[in-house]
């Protein structure tokens, strides 16, 4: 197990219970009472940690190193997965996947930012962090959803599309840019949630949807806190504040009408029961397709474009104010 | 002239409330250092009279160059930015919108005008550098919205003159979803077959950049612009190399396909003229 540092306490407790387990197994003591009430300060301390996460807090468990990834999830909420490679213009992103699946005999074409699971694959997905062309494979994946009237569900975890000289001279700007223009047009159900990083154009490159959902332990950002920290307080080492500041939560976006709904997630993280996490998503997946299916794809698309034409938030300026000189 | 002057739409000359600096006032270029008068450097558009330098000018400089005698009608006035997420870094947000505002004499970092342009009417949203960077908040998201349905609704040519370091942090999410916002609104103008310039100008960075910026039906750009995605620092960081030469300037983005040209300032009125001739 991997324990964060907010985690401390619970990992001494742990190893605690480890040491009494070993005792116990040496057969000369009965530890079963001393185990039980180790486990229920477990319990106990788990819920009292994570039932007041900060916003920093929330951001290192998104990038738990067992946290579930893309894959995993359409692995096992999908009963068939056909994986579908390249932009059809210069190559397969490995920071996107994407495919056709079978979701309890319904078609979806499924997209999702996808982080490695040991420091090869890591370097092998980019960190999850997608080039021109992985934008540009989700593009095509999703027009051929369109075309075949079947439903998108997008899946995002990202710290940014990458910052580098093939990705500018490729056109990130303009492949983050023609993903919004044609996904809010697009004429199928799109469902987005974010299952761990959701920073900035990266992750709405392929974010636009009907339907937006958080996971709780996630979040989504115009930045990541340790940019803005380094940008707006000039130094690295104000993340934690640049956390609060950004209000980037699944409970601030939820309250700002940013998104439609937070996924619970099993207590402790997604990564200490992935398979019920899966099931969470899985459900919620379909509820929202089968909501969104009702609509005409007249009223999808303007009820969608609708939806983002009321985003924002100002003050308008009081009339009786009259001029001065 | 006061923000609270603008208050009503009403026909502006942009020059009339300008103070006019002295003819002998210098101006020393930032590149090649060599001095001009204030008054030879307007007369040449704005640039450097010695190395034709596009010195970054505001959306009222843009007006009067490009709408006829320098008239236009101001439109959505009546929107302010709003500190709502209460956001302080080094400074609180609203002090920042303050100074901005002070500092400027602008509301918020676009302004957008309806006006004609040799003789054909024309919607254009410009973006001022000199308000928190350019940086797009949900005033700017929300005009550019208002600026796409009244030009669906009066069947006008829109252009947008991006000059923006990205999206503002202070707005958070909502900065973010207003590239959302924006595009979405783009792609309903589409639709309609009204068409769209987007007209790039030192710098277009970040999340304007990769929305509205990149969207045209024509996108051109000013010579020697910064244009990227990531700041050039940001990749440099990431990358642990220098930037080649001419990196993410307009030539470059023009040599890898995603502009239609780059047009001089001085030839810039003309040019917008002949592509309204198109439409
Ligand atoms: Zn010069």
Redesign the pocket.
């Known amino acids: 197990m991997v324990f964060l540092d907010f985690e401390k306490p619970l990992e001494n407790l742990y190893n605690q219970l480890d040491k009494i387990k070993q005792v116990g197994e040496q057969g000369d003591i009965d530890v079963s009472e001393s185990i039980q009430e180790l486990e229920k300060k477990i319990s106990n301390l788990r819920k009292e940690i994570y039932s007041n996460l900060s916003g920093w807090q929330k951001v290192q468990l998104s990038r738990h190193p067992e946290r579930p990834y893309s894959l995993f999830y359409i692995r096992t909420i999908f009963k068939q997965f056909v994986e579908l490679h390249g932009d059809r213009c210069f190559k397969d992103d490995k920071a996107i996947v994407g495919g056709l699946a079978n979701l309890d005999g319904n078609t979806v074409v499924v997209i999702g930012h996808q982080k490695g699971v040991n420091t090869k694959m890591r370097q092998y997905r980019n960190f999850g962090m997608a080039n021109p062309e992985g934008y540009r494979k989700a593009l095509r994946l999703m027009k051929m959803a369109e075309r075949f009237n079947y439903p998108i569900v997008c899946l995002i975890d990202t710290p940014g599309a990458y910052p580098g000289i093939e990705a500018e001279e490729r056109g990130q700007a303009e492949a983050i840019a023609r993903n919004l223009f044609e996904m809010a047009q697009l004429t199928v159900p799109i469902v987005c949630t974010v299952i761990g990083e959701g920073a900035s154009g990266g992750a709405i490159g392929i974010g636009l949807g009907d339907r937006v959902y958080m996971m709780e332990n996630t979040w989504y950002s115009v930045i990541s806190p340790e940019s803005c920290s380094s940008i707006l307080w000039r130094s690295w080492d104000y993340k934690e504040q640049a956390a609060e500041a950004l209000k980037l939560t699944p409970e601030h976006m939820f309250d700002f009408g940013l998104i439609d709904g937070i996924l619970k997630e099993p207590l402790g993280g997604a990564h200490t029961a992935p398979e019920e996490m899966a099931k969470i998503l899985k459900r919620n997946i379909k509820k929202a397709i089968s909501e969104l299916s009702e609509l005409s794809p007249e009223d999808l698309v303007d009820a969608r474009i609708n939806k983002y034409r009321a985003m924002g938030n100002f003050a308008r300026k009081k009339t009786t104010v009259t001029q001065s000189k | 002239m006061g923000w609270f002057k603008r208050l009503k739409d009403g026909i502006i000359t942009s020059t009339k409330d300008k103070k006019e600096a002295p003819d002998g006032l210098w101006y020393k270029?930032?590149?090649?250092?060599?001095a001009?008068t204030q008054k030879e450097v307007k007369e040449n558009f704005h640039?450097?009279?010695?190395?034709?330098?596009h010195i970054r000018i505001g959306s009222h400089d843009y007006f009067e160059l490009l709408y006829d005698n320098g008239k236009f009608f101001e439109l959505f006035t009546d929107l302010l930015a709003e500190d709502f997420l209460e956001f302080t870094d080094l400074k609180p947000y609203d002090q920042r919108l303050e100074k901005a505002r002070e500092k400027t004499n602008l509301d918020d970092a676009i302004t957008v005008g309806i006006g004609k342009v040799a003789k054909k009417p024309l919607v254009i949203a410009a973006m001022d550098f000199t308000f928190i960077g350019g940086s797009m908040g949900s005033v700017v998201g929300e005009k550019i919205a208002l600026a796409i349905d009244y030009c669906i609704d009066n069947k006008t040519p829109f252009m947008i003159i991006s000059k923006s370091g990205g999206a503002r942090m202070m707005e958070s999410a909502f900065s973010l979803m207003q590239m959302a916002k924006t595009s979405a609104k783009l792609s309903q103008l589409a639709k309609k077959r009204i068409p769209y310039f987007s007209f790039l100008t030192d710098p277009t960075t970040g999340g304007v950049t990769a929305s509205f910026a990149m969207l045209g039906d024509i996108n051109f750009a000013e010579p020697e612009a910064l244009i990227g995605f990531a700041g050039p620092r940001v990749i440099k960081e990431t990358i642990k190399r220098d930037l080649p030469e001419g990196f993410q300037t307009s030539e470059f983005l023009m040599e890898h396909g995603f502009l239609d040209f780059i047009v001089d300032r001085q030839d810039l009125k003309a040019k917008i003229a002949e592509l309204l001739c198109f439409f």
């Not at chain 2, 270029?29 to 060599?34: H, L, N, P, S, W």
């Not at chain 2, 640039?47 to 330098?53: A, L, S």
């Open positions: 270029c930032e590149r090649c250092k060599e001009s640039k450097c009279p010695k190395c034709n330098y």
